[in-house]
């Protein structure tokens, strides 16, 4: 039987703010078994590229990345939360290591191509080095990956932190029974957007095809469920979508493929 | 006999201008053995923070670490400047990867106590994990280290480069033998500071002592010298003084015990 490793993905909002950071960290070093935190920090970047008089450019809800915003990007997501995330965990005994995907080769992306839009210097995951991060994970060190990739040609790359986490967590499946966990600012997937008290807890592709159908997973949640499945497919044992509240999932959605 | 292993430390200076950067990094795959770089960035940090509206206080050319100033460092040695680096080095086909001080508890600092001066956010290294160094080492993965480190409870600490090049040293001396290679603006340590070609290429204690009671070694030189001979008290087979031109360090000054 393989050892259980648990992904946690969490966004901006969550790692910017020190309370709920502080929070989160603490429930995070709760969790059992081996860990791997993926973390975003896009409202950062934001705040700081404005202080340095540089223009956040977004389409569809995704960054333009131009060369000054990978510089921005770079520093913020690679030195400043990454950074204070591990002096944190180890803070609370926790042997954490800061990764971007340049470091040791693990995670290689292509420069997205332009077609209607230009993204800039926004990498599409092309290989994740499973391997070594087993390696770390299983010597008790838990990976810190900053949304951050490179090409293999000496450039860094902005990458989408929920694609990261998805992609670790199939590389890693050979090794672990891996758990991706995706945190958000709701309790799970709701069937009524408006009342939190109306989470679905378990989505399987039956139940998936059915909720799309009926239009209560549309919109910003079907990529997150299309990673999630893409990750299930590959090997991973469950999806759990939750709040930072509840970081175990009690309350959650899980999503499983049967 | 033990592997050979170079650490190389390179001020802000060559990290932060393109061309320098390159042909550096060009130079340092090309030394054979086992590798760590040591870099600075000081001039990317004030120029940032100056665009960030935070200014820069030094003292006797140390820089004062205020929390602003802290959250400036932390993500330009550990993002902008260690990734630029890391990404670059891989583009050179050599397996590198950037650390601060926090992953992998590599390096614990004491904050400095207040005496005359009130240095802030300033840590003075208190241990090395040389273990963890030298198992990622032999597995040819290159560590690119960061001016940075911290206190074991959650905070990170702005830290001299020298210093953290130095202490690297001695504690990877049980398990390479190490030559410790300090890149500076000269050639080396000059007997006539006016003339570049007086390069002293050998010194040992006896001929050290002698160089500081005729003054030829003096000023700012004295610290890099106390560290070298501390590095070399402590097992490192040599430390070399030289410029990033002559990364392999033949028309520089080395510094042996004999």
């Known amino acids: 039987m393989k050892d259980k490793l648990t992904i946690v993905k969490v966004g901006g909002k969550i790692v910017e703010d020190a309370e709920s950071l502080s929070n989160l960290l603490n429930d995070f070093s709760q969790l059992s078994g081996y860990k791997v935190l993926v973390h975003g920090g896009g409202r950062s970047a934001t705040r700081i590229a404005t202080r340095l008089g540089i223009e956040t450019k977004m389409i569809n809800g995704r960054r333009i990345t131009d060369e000054d915003m990978l510089q921005v990007v770079t520093m913020v997501y690679g030195g400043l939360v990454n950074k204070n995330v591990v002096a944190k965990l180890q803070g609370l005994g926790l042997n954490a290591i800061g990764l971007t995907g340049a470091d ?3 995670i290689r992306s292509d420069k997205r191509p332009v077609r209607e839009i230009d993204y800039g210097f926004a990498g599409d995951v092309k290989s994740v080095n499973g391997e070594i991060l087993a390696m770390l994970i299983k010597k008790n060190i838990i990976p810190v990956m900053a ?3 490179h090409d293999g ?3 860094m ?3 989408n ?3 990261i986490a998805a992609e670790i967590a199939k590389s890693l499946a050979k090794y672990f029974d891996v758990t991706l966990t995706y945190c958000f600012d709701r309790k799970g997937v709701l069937r009524d957007e408006n009342d939190e008290n109306s989470v679905i807890n378990l989505i399987d592709p039956v139940i998936y095809k059915k909720l799309k159908e009926d239009g209560v997973v ?6 997150k469920m299309d990673n999630a499945f893409s990750a299930i497919n590959a090997g991973v044992s469950q999806v759990i979508i939750t709040s930072s509240e509840d970081l175990s999932g009690k309350y959650a959605t899980v999503i499983k493929n049967k």
């Open 104 to 106: 040791m080769d693990v």
């Open 157 to 159: 790359l902005n990458t």
């Open 147 to 149: 949304p951050l990739t």
């Open 218 to 223: 549309c919109g910003g949640m079907l990529p």
């Open 161 to 163: 932190a929920d694609t």
């Open 153 to 155: 040609m000496g450039h």
